[in-house]
């Protein structure tokens, strides 16, 4: 007898889900990590502020359409992210980069078009909903708090001048760095999907069916099934299409907005790099934002 024959059904499931998930992450965590190696040898600020716009706002719009053509998904964001800030891009470009490019990525925006029947209009409606966050996070961070989001042990005592290696040197060293990275936050991925799994079988999700009466009740509890799933984004729009029967249009469109921004595995990555108090602030904003838009789609009955 095998020792996983011995185990209760429901421990299977979730090492399953867990499973599932890492190797759906893994890729894109692993792109996110050679992109991060790339950046860390090749772009410096002086590459960073030659190519940035001069004045803020037009910066924060660069951070938030920039995913169209410099894609990622949310599982391998957060290296990008961090080496972006550690190159002097200011975080106002650089965070609503982060809550766009898991959604306005070409794929995930096809994945949503196709999951919705061939239909432009929940395609349209989350590219506007994510480009409303990311514009409200900006302005927060270039306007009204510090920003100075990384925390000191994650920021480098000095920043190294790759410019006199040898392009083969270059190679090395961008992957070098890629391998590094990956271990270092393949551990909160690991840690994450754990968790994340682990509520996947434990958190009854028919208790949180019986319970979404009210419009608002049901946006709320669709954001906190997109956290506690934790899908990729390039697969949570077919089990938002699933659920549109049971919970409509606004709900079904809080749970693609959040999910590829904030979600279990991301939120571990993010605890790692991050300060506690810009995390707060960047949930805080993003579920309110959410919050409106969807109610207020909602009132439209589109």
């Known amino acids: ?13 979730w090492f399953a889900i867990f499973i599932s998930i890492i190797i759906e992450a893994l890729p894109f965590v692993l792109l ?10 090749y772009v410096t600020p002086e590459v960073v502020q030659r190519y940035l716009p001069k004045q803020k706002f037009l910066r924060i719009l660069f951070g938030t359409f920039i995913g169209f ?9 957060i290296p990008i992210i961090n080496r972006f800030l550690e190159k002097q891009v200011p975080s106002y470009t650089a965070v609503p980069f982060l809550a766009t490019a898991p959604i306005i990525n070409p794929i995930v925006l096809f994945a949503t078009y196709s999951a919705f029947g061939n239909s432009l209009r929940f395609l349209v409606l989350r ?54 990275e990956f271990f270092d936050t393949g551990r909160y991925l690991v840690f994450g999907t754990l968790i994340a799994s682990a509520m996947q079988i434990y958190v009854p999700t028919r208790i949180l069916t019986t319970i979404g009466h009210n419009p608002l009740t049901a946006i709320l509890i669709m ?10 984004s390039e697969a949570d729009a077919f089990i938002g299409a699933s659920l549109l029967s049971t919970f409509g249009i606004a709900p079904v469109l809080a749970f693609l907005l959040i999910g590829p921004m904030v979600d279990i595995k991301n ?8 300060k506690g108090k810009f995390i707060g602030q960047f949930i805080g904003l993003s579920v309110v934002m959410i919050i409106l838009y ?3 789609i909602g009132g439209l009955r589109l």
């Open 127 to 180: 590219l506007v909903g994510a480009t409303i966050v990311a514009i409200a996070l900006g302005i927060m961070l270039a306007y009204l708090t510090d920003e100075a989001i990384l925390k000191e042990d994650a920021k480098p005592s000095h920043l190294h001048d790759y410019s006199h290696e040898k392009w083969y040197r270059k190679i090395y060293l961008a992957l070098l760095h890629a391998i590094d």
């Open 1 to 13: 007898m095998s020792l996983f024959s011995q185990l209760p059904p429901s421990v299977l499931q």
């Open 223 to 232: 954001m906190l099934l997109a956290f506690i799933l934790s899908l990729c």
């Open 294 to 296: 969807c109610l207020g």
């Open 69 to 77: 053509v410099f894609p990622s998904c949310e599982c391998g964001i």
């Open 32 to 41: 996110g990590t050679i992109l991060s190696g790339v950046i860390e040898v």
């Open 267 to 274: 939120l571990m990555m993010m605890l790692k790099a991050f």
